[in-house]
């Protein structure tokens, strides 16, 4: 279900004004074309309004809603949410990709609803969050071209450490930062 929009906001589906601008969702020249584009996913927008309220702190989206050629020019997979309004890309001041780790883990149930990933610095340091449900790949740390699972990842560089007790540090290091 598409989210509502009250006075340029979205709204959540118990109906609170989000802190997001349907704007910021259609960054860039995205906008321009908004009226051929799909709307925000109700269920992306709740996602995103409980990370901003975990955080406490500003989101900036760097990418939401995609015309195919944006999807393209980015390198984005051709069944992309962000094509369908249902998945999003961001950061905030302050934060780097692992300290986003355990807000994201709650708002997917794990990445059982939802799905999200954490990017390398050369990948732009983002997280992306989604919709899906579906998929096998659930939660994922991109580095250089390949999605590795979370698990996977944190197995092989912290052997035998549950992901809540990964050291940040060490993990944000491994990401560039
Ligand atoms: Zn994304």
Redesign the pocket.
């Known amino acids: 279900m598409k989210a509502r929009v009250v006075g340029g906001y979205l709204v959540t589906s118990d109906g609170r004004i989000a802190h997001f601008l349907e704007k910021e969702l259609y960054v860039g020249s995205n906008w321009m074309a908004r009226l051929s584009l799909p709307g925000v996913e109700e269920e992306l927008v709740d996602r995103l309004e409980a990370c901003r309220l975990d955080a406490n702190a500003p989101i900036l989206i760097t ?1 939401g809603v995609r015309t195919k050629n944006s999807n393209i020019a980015v390198g984005g997979a051709s069944n992309s949410l ?1 094509l369908t309004g249902g ?1 999003a ?1 961001f950061h905030a001041r302050g934060f780097k990709p692992w300290d986003w780790v355990s807000t994201l883990e709650h708002v997917t149930f794990r990445g059982s609803i939802g799905r999200f990933g954490i990017y390398h610095a050369d990948q732009g340091g983002h997280c ?1 969050l989604d919709i899906d449900t579906m998929s096998a790949l659930r939660r994922f740390v991109k580095i250089g071209t390949v999605y590795h699972p979370l698990e996977q990842w944190v197995e092989s560089h912290f052997p035998g450490v549950p992901i809540p007790d990964v050291d940040p540090v060490k993990a944000n290091r491994l990401l560039g930062f």
């Open positions: 990418s962000h998945a890309d992306h």
